[in-house]
Structures are given as C-alpha cells and as structure tokens.
C-alpha cells in the first residue's frame, strides 16, 4: 500500500513540474515561527511562515490546514477567489507532510483560533512518503529509533527531549565557562586504549599503517594538559566502548570531562552538585523532578561509604587478603567460578561490585572505594586501602565518577603494571606516564554521563529515547 500512496505522490509531483511548480524551492523570506504569533497575536499583521502541512481539509472554495515548524503547530485558511483558480487546483495536489510557505495576514476565527490567511502558496519540498498516522502509524519502539526523523515530526514530546539535551549542554558549557574553564578537543583515535576500564573499538591508520582504538575515555590526554599548564579545563564529546547495550547502556555515549588543577575529589563533589542545580534552575526552574514514578530532591545530597556497603554485604573488610574474600564469600552462598591460579583482589572486585544496587532514588555520592578500582586516583592518606573517589548516583543510576587524579608517576606507572596483569585490565601507557615526570599539580577529575543526566530530566528511562540514532540491529536481522 505504501508503494502505492508513494505513485500517487510522484503523479502528483509530476503534474505539477509540467504545470511550471517546482517541487523543491529554495529560499524562503521567513517573518516569523508559528508559535511567535499565537504568543503575540496581532490582527491582519502580515507574514510569511515556512513549515510542513499536518492537515488539509477541503470545503467547497476555501481550505484550511494545519503547518507545522519547530516552534509550533498553526492553522492556516485560503478562499479561491484570493489566491486564484489555478493556485486552488494546485493545492488539490499538495499532501500531508508536504514543505511550503505561505504568505498572509492573520486573523480569529469565530471560534478564536488563530489562523493565517494566505494569499500565496509555495512548495519548497514534496513528500512522496506518506506520514504516520498520529495515533496509529508511529507506536513501535523500534521504528521510532530506526526512523527517528519520523518520531520528531509526529511526536512533540520526542522533539521537546532533544530540545532539552542542547539546552542541558549548553548550560554546562555556560555555567563552566563562567568559572573559568576552558573548552578543549583531545583526540578521538588514541594508540592505546587506557583512560579507563572498557572493551574498545578497533581501527587501523593507512597513511601511518597504525593500529589505533576509537577513545574509551579522554582522561590521559587531558591531564597532559594540566601538566601543560591549562589549570581547568574541559570536554564534552563521544566516548566508545565495545560492549553491552542496555536500557542505561549505548556503544558510543557522550561525556562531561573536568579537570581542576589544585584541587582534589571533594572540590569535583561540589562542583557536580554546582552543575546539577544550575541546570535545574536554569533549565527546568525547579530543583524537584520525577523519574520513573519517583520524586528526586536535588536539595538532597547523601555520602555513603562503598567499604561499608561491602562490609554489610559480603563481610568484606579492605586489609583483607583475597583468600580470606574468598571464604567470606563462599559462607554468603556466592559462587565466583574464578579460574585456576592466583586470584587478585582486583578480580574479584570487578566480578562483585555490581552486585552492590544504589537503590535510592535521591543524589547519592558513593565513597571509600577500594584502591584496586581506582588506577588512576590517589590513595586515602588515612587508609591506602581506599582511594580519593567517588562515584554519583542519582535515581538508582551511576551518573558521574570523580577522582583525586594521581600524580606521582611512579606510582602510576607501578598502578598500570599491577593492573595490566589481570586479564582485560589495562596497559601501560608509558608516555602518560612520561608526561607525569615534567609534574602534574595535584588535582580533581570529574566525569559525568550526558546521556543520562539528560534520562534523569527529562524522565526517559532508556538511553535510546535521549540520542538521535542510537546503535540497532539491521532491519530483518533476527
């Protein structure tokens, strides 16, 4: 059937073209978006208004519309005597979804709507796909991702979420430039895969005949910065990771990196808090939201020990050895099937700590997590057990991750080998580490998910609903 109603349109097109209609315009002297003149109506104010048709509705010698644009929806009227017979039979060929402008003055019908009357039509753009039907053609979930410029055009609610993303974003960039940050670009194409914990995307240079992975995260090339001299610096920009895709999870993801020279994890935790209420004022005007049925106070902030919950948990104490982990575990029924050999503390960590769920729904910084998870932070001065770190979770998800960035190279360099030796654990990033040498200043790291700051205020509980074309199977692959 759609290859039908698409026949009829090209039929339509055609006709047009060879009546002298050019089905795709250029330019158009736009006055003003739809919403603009229902805010502030004024009668027989002239107009020129550019959007694309949502309803068309016949009745004898007049029609009435509906145009569509970014700011709104609008109904528009003509009468045949005005625009002319030939204009007339010409909008009988004109469908849903198809781009125009129109030019007119606007009045109030009885029933008070406002209304354009146009006394001249343009088409600058024929559909010759027919639009989803409002209520029945655009519902299925996987449709709406695949096809995501049709979502937009039906579903207000779709675009408003976009809409609010690039105001998130840009109030971050506001609120830290203000503070003094700076905006900078590191690359995206790194020789080794560190910076983070993470399965990478692989690639290959031609032009160098080099090996190179697509960035897990920017933290390596940002700290060079600091020991470069840049003080405070930031980047927001793609990350990739080779794994799993989930409700909270997509394989390429945009990050919120800060980097503050003097300062330390504490300072990043009220800077976070900082960014977060200055996007609730200044975004949404209200510090309380709902996501997920759930009311979350951003007034509330909760600090909440990791080596506490492992010690409730599991029975876990940091000083201990991995043998007796081992046995703790095992009288907690918690089966890790670890392989033959040695087993680090390490290992087993990255195997449990997931099974730790941040249930509250309010902000809630989790803190004194075991150094062995934190390669790249400084230890506790009161317990090297336990690091400079936190990581932020807000309605029950992981938000945002600090850190007191470790300086003293070599140490890190002892951190990378340690890690590196369990399996899928990191590399030695020797120039890092090089770099470190010329001195790095004592300071803050800060990471936040975009992606899922925007889930939390605009109230969508998967990823997917918050970037424009997110990753999918192909169509027809089972």
Same mark, same amino acid.
């Given at each position: ?275 977060? #209420? ?43 050895? @991995? ?62 057990? #336990? ?47 090089? @770099? ?9 790291? #800060? ?10 205020? @605009? ?20």
């Amino acid at each position: 059937m759609s290859d039908e109603f698409r026949d009829q349109r090209i039929k339509k097109l055609n006709e047009l073209n060879a009546e002298g209609v050019c089905g795709y315009g250029g330019q158009f002297p736009r006055t003003h978006f739809v919403q603009d003149l229902r805010d502030n109506f004024e009668p027989d104010q002239s107009v020129c208004c550019a959007g694309r048709i949502m309803a068309l509705r016949f009745h004898g010698k007049s029609v009435f519309g509906d145009i569509k644009d970014i700011s709104g929806k609008m109904q528009f009227y003509a009468k045949k005597d005005v625009i002319g017979e030939k204009t007339f039979d010409f909008l009988k060929k004109f469908d849903l979804g198809d781009i125009i402008g129109v030019k007119g003055s606007l009045f109030l019908t009885h029933t008070q709507e406002p209304t354009i009357a146009v006394k001249e039509f343009e088409l600058l753009s024929k559909s010759l796909r027919p639009m989803p039907e409002k209520w029945h053609g655009l519902k299925d979930v996987e449709t709406r991702y695949r096809k995501r410029y049709l979502d937009l055009i039906v579903n207000d609610n779709v675009r408003d979420v976009f809409i609010l993303r690039s105001k998130i974003t840009k109030s971050i960039r506001n609120f830290l430039d203000v503070k003094g940050y700076l905006e900078v670009e590191t690359p995206m194409l790194h020789p080794l895969a560190g910076g983070a914990a993470g399965k990478p995307f692989a690639t290959h240079l031609d032009a160098l005949n080099l090996d190179l992975f697509l960035r897990i995260a920017p933290e390596l090339y940002l700290k060079k910065l600091l020991v470069g001299g840049l003080e405070k610096v930031y980047e927001i920009n793609r990350s990739f990771r080779n794994e799993g895709i989930s409700l909270r999870h997509n394989p390429e993801f945009t990050m919120l990196e800060v980097y503050t020279a003097f300062a330390d994890y504490r300072v990043m935790m009220q800077l976070v808090r900082d960014i977060f #209420l200055h996007i609730a004022d200044t975004v949404l005007g209200t510090r309380e939201l709902i996501f997920k049925d759930e009311k979350i106070d951003l007034n509330v902030w909760e600090e909440i020990s990791f080596a506490k919950l492992m010690d409730e948990k599991f029975g876990i104490n940091p000083d201990d050895s @991995a043998s007796i982990w081992i046995e703790k575990l095992k009288k907690k029924n918690i089966d890790l099937e670890l392989k033959q050999g040695k087993i680090s503390r390490t290992f087993i960590l990255n195997l449990i700590s997931d099974l730790i769920e941040v249930k509250l729904a309010h902000p809630v910084f989790i803190t004194d997590i075991y150094t062995e998870l934190c390669p790249l932070a400084k230890k506790k001065k009161n317990n090297p057990f #336990l690091s400079e770190r936190f990581e932020l979770f807000i309605g029950g998800m992981e938000i945002a991750n600090a850190y007191s960035e470790l300086n003293d190279p070599q140490e890190q360099k002892q951190r990378f080998i340690a890690q590196a030796k369990d399996e899928g654990c990191g590399v030695l990033d020797q120039s890092f580490v090089d @770099a470190l040498e010329y001195g790095m200043p004592p300071a803050g790291g #800060l990471g936040v998910g975009i992606d899922r700051m925007v889930m939390l205020f @605009a109230n969508q509980p998967c990823i997917k609903d918050v970037i424009f074309f997110p990753q999918l199977k192909p169509e027809n692959c089972e």
